[in-house]
């Protein structure tokens, strides 16, 4: 099956930066709408970013300013860089293909930001 895969997640100080990627397998990379999605625990996942196939993007309010996604569509990969970072950051970011015309939605695995001092 095709997947997604995260990476750089960790640890953090407050105001630091951390740049998370997604690698995704699979053909048609380039024509999906993508997104990054966060997870505490006990909370509903919410909605951080998303980027559509001409490079258009939007992002939460909790991270505007801050938060940027982009997309290296010859690499399949999906990244957001992450600065001015808060405690209130610290979560599981997924990242997400949404579905096209034949296919369901594609989510990663997860990977772990924590900030903290």
């Known amino acids: 099956q095709v997947q997604f895969v995260e990476s750089g997640g960790g640890l953090v100080q407050p105001g630091g930066s951390l740049r998370l990627s997604c690698v995704a397998s699979g053909s048609g990379f380039s024509r999906y709408v993508l997104g990054w999605y966060r997870q505490t625990p006990g909370k509903q996942r919410e909605w951080v970013a998303i980027?559509?196939?001409?490079?258009?993007?939007d992002y939460a309010d909790s991270v505007k300013g801050r938060f940027t996604i982009t997309r290296d569509n010859a690499k399949n990969t999906l990244s957001l860089q992450m600065n001015s970072l808060i405690p209130e950051d610290t979560a599981v970011y997924y990242c997400?293909?949404?579905?096209?015309?034949?296919?369901?939605?594609?989510w990663g695995r997860g990977t772990q930001v924590t900030v903290s001092s």
């Open positions: 997400k293909r949404f579905p096209g015309n034949s296919d369901v939605s594609l």
């Open positions: 980027i559509n196939s001409g490079g258009d993007t």
